[in-house]
């Protein structure tokens, strides 16, 4: 039995520099195993903030003021205060980013995806405000890209008002794409995301338009406004994206004012952000607003264009990863009162755009002034693109039609043969 | 051939004849358990029989009852447990005979192997008669048989719990052992052994030291024992003290004078191994001191079960300068030595403890000794008064220190470069870092790093980068702590000036010569991880130009050549720090917004990272592959473009027992690649839940790892969603069983509650992901069956009370998912719960807000799920 070992460390710090790399990384780990699972959560719990916090319908411009911090410490009567202090603690960009994130926003079409007829559909964009239709416990909610409420109202969707019957279990929830058309005061429904608590986040574009087209004419959703359903709700029509399809959507007459075509690729999930599975196609004929006009409503003269500064000085777009554009220098940023993150406007210059590979080759940016503050984004490198396009060389529907034309031929060629 | 020939060739100088004989006896031994193992006995036993073979026998025999590895050791009892009763008494009996043996190292050998029979026979009730015929006429036997039954029941106490020995066996043994230290016993080694046997024996005398006059016994005893004029039976006996320092502190309070005059005599004047053993008893009060001190906040409530009787601040005007003596008896070159331990070093170590204990009584004790020798010519007495300095800085309030560090500062900068004494130099960069790390840092109201000093201290710990080795590495660990100080600063570091400067200065440090020694090259890259991790975005520039200069270096260690095992293991450790420090910048630097610059590094980084998996060290494993895992978050679902080539090492990692280390940063880096891909990680889930299960099943990995692997499921399965659907049958089961031992192991000390903690969340935690991932699937039904399981476990840990914070918030949460994804099925059963009731009340009242958040979360999940 040998005398025991006491030494104790000397001069030594007790825990190594690789303990603690070792216990920052655990550190790491369960925060973000914690972040996955809020997120995960928070798929139901947006609902519940969507509809809880019934905030006043403020303008967007207020909501980029700074607000003075509200006191969350004293009222915690609400059940779900917690989503509700979540998501209202969200102010101007950020509650923007947010709301925005949550829907599936189309790239635009700068050129014809593969396979057209046989794996899209396409459906025309009713003219009007882009929306998420929230029905839980009773009520009804459109929130706007931008975070704002639009209306508040009941509605026979599933737990859309508070009346028992059809409309089914209370605490079911649903959430539907929508754009709201101001002339005939309708909800147009574009896609559905989520239905009597059924996430369809998961399910193809061709299930969700299926369980779409089925399920809200059984509500009642789609009948003329009552007591307890203040708007109507309509489905799109959509069609394959072929021959006939075209025809129908960009020449058929509906009963909304048109803004361009979507194209809907069958297999694409709802992914929430940009997605080039979803495709924006327009031209004079089927928008009026094909060319971005200004605040004003006239069209300039010069394409502008809204980039993020980023660090480095490199202006970049709102993909991700981002598109670098240009690069500003040091001292125009410092004499410019620009910083990162800024949201920068520009127009193109007679220079023109050069794109190889998805990459700007040359850009001809003229400096016009930082952007409003109720921009959340930079554009993305699709809609610089596709109005660069429009304004010289655009995508013509004769582009479309001829790209599904020869689809279909070269589907046909083989059934000639077996036929012979 | 005989066993003895055997046992003696297996000892021989010529390899052949050795390997052969060693051959031979695992044949014997795999061929005829119970015929080796007795012949081994027997050998033992005979004292005709040659030293050698006999005590090879007892070691051989020993070895087949005992093994390190816990599931080599299980397999070892068992066998031995299902050994025919015959041979087994045959054996007991070999074995009691051999501890007359006239031999010393055949009796010591005898001891050990029986208490390795007790240690299995004894908590399955065998060999009941053991102490019996061990103590029954321990006072008629000579003295060398004596000296080896107490040895014996030594290695007994040491190898058997407490529990599975009766108290009137404990009384015995404690009788006898404490008799055979009494001054009364005229033999030293009957003495020795007996005081050396009382050290493993103060586990058993729980009782004996509850009862007044039984410890007022083991307490004189022992204390007599200190004053032996035989050294090894002093060291012995202050061996005991120091144990009963912290297994008996609450019943000390009657003894603690005399103690004190003994360690004072002791730490004075006696052998300096006797000395060391009577500073550690100090040092071991004040250890329990300053946890109970830390536990109750200072202050004595009446529900500590151990409360503070301050012995150490009582002590204060005798004890400090009987510390602050020993710090004058330094040895000349003991920085050098990494093994170095004396009087000085313990005593030092000692008077730090004593400042935590005490806090602010200490300074004025101490301050006249600085005072005094800081400016002496003797470096002793320098070195001494900065020791002593800066050992007591951590305890006293900043207030109390404030003014007295502001005033040695300068002259500690100045002593820094001009004190020609090594020693002193290494003392005072170590005093400066301990200044940083305790009086600078966003909490300190006063700062004493300012605007005006900032430059100059700076430039002197760079110049002392230059020192010696010992030196320069204190001046790298000054430097750590004053970047941590500015962890928290905010935009804007003060060190952002000299940022570029301190960075050179390091990897200059890292290239020297003799970066090797005195832990040099290690210091350097801790401060160089310390400088970028408290680094601020103005030099997030910097630390991008660092990339490549690290993964130059990293590169370097990859193409070296045949190297020596020497060199080899050099080269390993600087891969290590070179991945830890990659690790420290991909964390830095892999979110917005330089994350898409610094991502251009990343196949480069990776494709190093594989590379160092190629090299045979644990630690560089560990470090790449934590670093990996930091990669993976930063790249999102592009980390998949590695996943061909990275799976085999993710295997490896898991397959890793022996280094379990590897293995546990292996199955957290799985949670980080769950996160970063998502459902991309769906092909490799087969492979990774294979070998994630068979570490479950495994008893060869260490515990540790189990609970993250529970986690690590969760993090699957929210990552795949309902494809978790085929583990869920081989899953589920083992989460139940788990579930089961966890709910109601609560605890017998406060390691077990606190592994039973983290077992559990692990287990919540792959529930939560499970629930998660099957959300509004159609196969949710699947989990149905498991939910009356589930809502079980929660009511047991819920009645257990003895759950943390964390598996609180866990536990809440999984109620919520259960409620939230099985919805109207499990209403019913959700509502019988204990939990969705009083525990769900609990937490939504709780002070731990997001402990509120999941109870809230889950509140509105039960509500859904119950109104339909």
């Known amino acids: 039995m040998a005398p025991h070992d006491l030494r104790r460390p000397f001069k030594r710090r007790p825990i190594s520099d690789q303990q603690k790399r070792r216990d920052l990384s655990l550190l790491r780990q369960s925060q973000h195993r914690s972040d996955a699972q809020q997120r995960a959560r928070n798929l139901a719990s947006s609902v519940i903030s969507l509809q809880s916090s019934s905030s006043p319908d403020v303008d967007p411009e207020t909501l980029s003021e700074p607000m003075p911090d509200v006191d969350t410490t004293g009222h915690e009567s609400e059940a779900s205060s917690f989503d509700i202090r979540q998501a209202s603690s969200l102010r101007g960009p950020e509650a923007r980013k947010w709301f925005a994130s949550q829907l599936m926003l189309p790239e635009w079409m700068i050129d014809v995806p593969e396979n057209l007829s046989r794996d899209w559909y396409v459906l025309a964009r009713p003219a009007g405000k882009r929306c998420f239709v929230v029905s839980a416990d009773g009520t009804t909610v459109s929130r706007l890209r931008n975070g704002s409420v639009l209306h508040h109202f009941p509605s026979a969707l599933p737990g859309g008002a508070r009346k028992k019957g059809v409309s089914g279990p209370a605490q079911s929830y649903s959430i539907l794409d929508c754009i709201f058309h101001e002339a005939d005061q309708t909800y147009y429904v574009i896609d559905m995301v989520c239905w009597r608590g059924y996430s369809l986040y998961e399910c193809t574009a061709e299930f969700r338009f299926f369980w779409l087209q089925s399920k809200l004419d059984e509500t009642g959703a789609c009948d003329p406004p009552s007591f307890y359903h203040k708007f109507r709700f309509s489905v799109v029509p959509f069609y394959n994206c072929d021959q006939s399809g075209l025809h129908s959507v960009y020449t058929g007459s509906l009963p909304y004012v048109k803004d361009g075509l979507l194209l809907y690729n069958k297999h694409a999930h709802y992914h929430t952000g940009n997605t080039p599975l979803v495709l924006i196609w327009k031209d004079e004929r089927c928008s009026q607003y094909v060319i971005d006009t200004d605040n004003n409503g006239q069209v300039p003269n010069q394409q502008h264009i809204v980039l993020g500064l980023q660090d480095d000085g490199k202006i970049v777009t709102s993909d991700d990863p981002p598109v670098v554009v240009n690069c500003l220098n040091a001292d125009f940023i410092k004499q410019s009162g620009l910083s990162p993150g800024s949201l920068v406007r520009f127009a193109i210059g007679d220079g023109g755009l050069n794109c190889v590979d998805g990459k700007f080759e040359k850009a001809d940016l003229q400096y016009i002034s930082v952007s409003n503050r109720a921009r959340a984004f930079a554009d993305s490198y699709s809609k610089i693109m596709f109005q660069y396009m429009a304004r010289h060389s655009p995508l013509k529907a004769e582009d479309l039609a001829s790209v599904v034309s020869q689809e279909n031929q070269q589907d046909k060629l083989p059934e000639v043969e077996m036929s012979d | 051939m005989e066993v003895t020939q055997l046992l003696l060739n297996a000892q021989s100088i010529d390899g052949t004849v050795r390997k052969h004989a060693e051959e031979n006896l695992k044949l014997f031994q795999s061929q005829n358990l119970a015929g080796f193992l007795l012949s081994l006995a027997g050998e033992l036993a005979n004292d005709e029989k040659p030293v050698d073979s006999r005590k090879l026998a007892g070691l051989v025999l020993k070895n087949a009852l005992d093994a390190k590895e816990q599931h080599r050791k299980y397999e070892l009892v068992q066998r031995w447990l299902s050994l025919d009763m015959a041979t087994k008494t045959q054996i007991r009996a070999f074995l009691l005979k051999t501890l007359s043996s006239p031999v010393p190292d055949v009796r010591s050998t005898a001891s050990q192997v029986i208490a390795k029979v007790a240690g299995i026979e004894l908590p399955q009730n065998q060999w009941p008669e053991l102490v019996g015929s061990l103590l029954s006429n321990i006072h008629q036997l000579p003295a060398h048989v004596k000296q080896a039954t107490l040895e014996t029941l030594g290695y007994l106490c040491e190898e058997v719990s407490p529990d599975v020995v009766e108290?009137?066996?404990?009384?015995?043994?404690?009788?006898?052992?404490?008799?055979?230290?009494?001054?009364?016993?005229?033999?030293?080694?009957?003495?020795?052994?007996?005081?050396?046997?009382?050290?493993?024996?103060?586990?058993?005398?729980?009782?004996?030291?509850?009862?007044?006059?039984?410890?007022?016994?083991?307490?004189?005893?022992?204390?007599?024992?200190?004053?032996?004029?035989?050294?090894?039976?002093?060291?012995?006996?202050?061996?005991?003290?120091?144990?009963?320092?912290?297994?008996?502190?609450?019943?000390?309070?009657?003894?603690?004078?005399?103690?004190?005059?003994?360690?004072?005599?002791?730490?004075?004047?006696?052998?300096?191994?006797?000395?060391?053993?009577?500073?550690?008893?100090?040092?071991?009060?004040?250890?329990?001191?300053?946890?109970?001190?830390?536990?109750?906040?200072?202050?004595?409530?009446?529900?500590?079960?151990?409360?503070?009787?301050?012995?150490?601040?009582?002590?204060?005007?005798?004890?400090?300068?009987?510390?602050?003596?020993?710090?004058?008896?330094?040895?000349?070159?003991?920085?050098?030595?990494?093994?170095?331990?004396?009087?000085?070093?313990?005593?030092?170590?000692?008077?730090?403890?004593?400042?935590?204990?005490?806090?602010?009584?200490?300074?004025?004790?101490?301050?006249?000794?600085?005072?005094?020798?800081?400016?002496?010519?003797?470096?002793?007495?320098?070195?001494?008064?900065?020791?002593?300095?800066?050992?007591?800085?951590?305890?006293?309030?900043?207030?109390?220190?404030?003014?007295?560090?502001?005033?040695?500062?300068?002259?500690?900068?100045?002593?820094?470069?001009?004190?020609?004494?090594?020693?002193?130099?290494?003392?005072?960069?170590?005093?400066?870092?301990?200044?940083?790390?305790?009086?600078?840092?966003?909490?300190?109201?006063?700062?004493?790093?300012?605007?005006?000093?900032?430059?100059?201290?700076?430039?002197?710990?760079?110049?002392?980068?230059?020192?010696?080795?010992?030196?320069?590495?204190?001046?790298?660990?000054?430097?750590?702590?004053?970047?941590?100080?500015?962890?928290?600063?905010?935009?804007?570091?003060?060190?952002?000036?000299?940022?570029?400067?301190?960075?050179?200065?390091?990897?200059?440090?890292?290239?020297?010569?003799?970066?090797?020694?005195?832990?040099?090259?290690?210091?350097?890259?801790?401060?160089?991880?310390?400088?970028?991790?408290?680094?601020?975005?103005?030099?997030?520039?910097?630390?991008?130009?660092?990339?490549?200069?690290?993964?130059?270096?990293?590169?370097?260690?990859?193409?070296?050549?045949?190297?020596?095992?020497?060199?080899?293991?050099?080269?390993?450790?600087?891969?290590?720090?070179?991945?830890?420090?990659?690790?420290?910048?991909?964390?830095?630097?892999?979110?917005?917004?330089?994350?898409?610059?610094?991502?251009?590094?990343?196949?480069?980084?990776?494709?190093?990272?594989?590379?160092?998996?190629?090299?045979?060290?644990?630690?560089?494993?560990?470090?790449?592959?934590?670093?990996?895992?930091?990669?993976?978050?930063?790249?999102?679902?592009?980390?998949?473009?590695?996943?061909?080539?990275?799976?085999?090492?993710?295997?490896?990692?898991?397959?890793?027992?022996?280094?379990?280390?590897?293995?546990?940063?292996?199955?957290?880096?799985?949670?980080?690649?769950?996160?970063?891909?998502?459902?991309?990680?769906?092909?490799?889930?087969?492979?990774?839940?294979?070998?994630?299960?068979?570490?479950?099943?495994?008893?060869?990995?260490?515990?540790?790892?189990?609970?993250?692997?529970?986690?690590?499921?969760?993090?699957?399965?929210?990552?795949?969603?309902?494809?978790?659907?085929?583990?869920?049958?081989?899953?589920?089961?083992?989460?139940?069983?788990?579930?089961?031992?966890?709910?109601?192991?609560?605890?017998?000390?406060?390691?077990?509650?606190?592994?039973?903690?983290?077992?559990?969340?692990?287990?919540?935690?792959?529930?939560?992901?499970?629930?998660?991932?099957?959300?509004?699937?159609?196969?949710?039904?699947?989990?149905?069956?498991?939910?009356?399981?589930?809502?079980?476990?929660?009511?047991?840990?819920?009645?257990?009370?003895?759950?943390?914070?964390?598996?609180?918030?866990?536990?809440?949460?999984?109620?919520?998912?259960?409620?939230?994804?099985?919805?109207?099925?499990?209403?019913?059963?959700?509502?019988?719960?204990?939990?969705?009731?009083?525990?769900?009340?609990?937490?939504?009242?709780?002070?731990?807000?997001?402990?509120?958040?999941?109870?809230?979360?889950?509140?509105?999940?039960?509500?859904?799920?119950?109104?339909?």
């Not at chain 2, 007996?194 to 030291?209: D, E, H, K, S």
């Not at chain 2, 935009?491 to 832990?519: G, K, M, W």
Request: charged fraction near 20%; hydrophobic fraction near 40%.
């Open chain 2, 167 to 868: 108290q009137e066996h404990v009384n015995k043994i404690l009788t006898a052992v404490v008799q055979g230290m009494d001054s009364a016993e005229g033999n030293n080694d009957v003495r020795l052994a007996a005081t050396r046997a009382l050290y493993m024996a103060l586990g058993f005398a729980q009782a004996n030291f509850n009862n007044d006059m039984e410890r007022d016994y083991i307490m004189r005893v022992v204390c007599e024992a200190t004053l032996s004029p035989e050294v090894k039976i002093r060291q012995a006996a202050f061996e005991c003290l120091v144990s009963i320092a912290s297994t008996y502190y609450e019943k000390l309070a009657h003894y603690m004078q005399d103690i004190f005059n003994i360690t004072a005599k002791a730490v004075r004047e006696d052998d300096e191994s006797v000395a060391l053993q009577a500073i550690e008893f100090w040092s071991s009060i004040c250890d329990e001191e300053i946890d109970i001190l830390e536990e109750y906040g200072g202050e004595f409530t009446g529900d500590s079960d151990v409360p503070c009787f301050y012995f150490t601040k009582q002590a204060l005007p005798a004890l400090v300068p009987l510390l602050l003596e020993t710090l004058l008896k330094q040895e000349e070159d003991q920085d050098l030595d990494e093994g170095a331990w004396n009087i000085a070093m313990a005593g030092g170590t000692c008077l730090g403890l004593v400042a935590r204990a005490v806090g602010d009584d200490i300074v004025p004790h101490v301050m006249p000794f600085i005072e005094e020798k800081i400016s002496k010519p003797d470096w002793r007495e320098r070195e001494a008064a900065t020791y002593a300095f800066g050992s007591i800085l951590e305890g006293p309030s900043p207030d109390k220190l404030m003014t007295i560090v502001n005033a040695a500062l300068t002259f500690m900068l100045n002593a820094l470069t001009k004190d020609p004494s090594n020693h002193v130099k290494d003392t005072t960069a170590w005093t400066l870092g301990r200044m940083f790390e305790f009086l600078h840092g966003s909490t300190i109201e006063t700062p004493i790093i300012t605007q005006a000093n900032c430059q100059q201290i700076i430039t002197v710990l760079i110049q002392t980068m230059k020192d010696a080795p010992n030196v320069a590495e204190k001046a790298c660990g000054a430097l750590y702590f004053l970047a941590q100080g500015y962890e928290d600063i905010g935009p804007n570091s003060p060190l952002t000036p000299f940022f570029q400067e301190i960075i050179q200065s390091l990897l200059a440090v890292a290239h020297r010569e003799d970066a090797t020694e005195s832990r040099l090259r290690t210091a350097a890259y801790e401060a160089l991880n310390e400088v970028v991790r408290c680094s601020t975005d103005e030099t997030s520039t910097m630390v991008l130009q660092l990339v490549p200069v690290i993964m130059l270096e990293l590169h370097n260690t990859l193409e070296g050549e045949k190297l020596s095992s020497d060199e080899r293991e050099k080269q390993n450790e600087l891969q290590g720090l070179l991945c830890g420090c990659l690790q420290v910048i991909i964390q830095k630097l892999g979110s917005e917004p330089t994350k898409y610059v610094f991502m251009q590094h990343a196949d480069q980084m990776m494709g190093l990272f594989l590379r160092v998996f190629g090299c045979r060290s644990a630690t560089a494993h560990e470090e790449a592959m934590l670093a990996i895992g930091a990669l993976a978050y930063a790249a999102g679902p592009d980390f998949a473009k590695y996943m061909p080539e990275f799976y085999k090492y993710l295997e490896m990692g898991l397959q890793n027992f022996e280094e379990y280390q590897v293995c546990a940063v292996t199955v957290g880096v799985i949670g980080d690649i769950c996160r970063a891909l998502e459902d991309k990680i769906l092909p490799y889930c087969d492979g990774i839940m294979t070998q994630l299960l068979k570490d479950l099943s495994s008893n060869q990995l260490h515990r540790s790892v189990k609970p993250p692997i529970f986690s690590c499921f969760g993090d699957i399965a929210l990552a795949i969603g309902e494809n978790f659907e085929k583990y869920i049958n081989y899953s589920m089961p083992m989460l139940q069983s788990a579930a089961e031992l966890s709910a109601h192991a609560s605890g017998a000390d406060d390691e077990m509650t606190e592994y039973t903690n983290s077992l559990r969340n692990g287990i919540l935690e792959a529930y939560s992901g499970i629930f998660q991932g099957f959300k509004n699937s159609p196969k949710t039904q699947l989990l149905i069956p498991y939910a009356p399981h589930i809502l079980q476990f929660l009511d047991s840990i819920y009645m257990e009370k003895d759950m943390d914070e964390v598996v609180m918030k866990t536990a809440i949460g999984v109620l919520g998912d259960l409620a939230d994804t099985l919805g109207s099925h499990v209403g019913g059963l959700i509502q019988q719960s204990v939990s969705s009731k009083e525990f769900l009340n609990e937490c939504l009242s709780s002070d731990d807000h997001t402990i509120k958040e999941a109870a809230e979360w889950a509140k509105h999940a039960i509500t859904r799920a119950i109104s339909v």
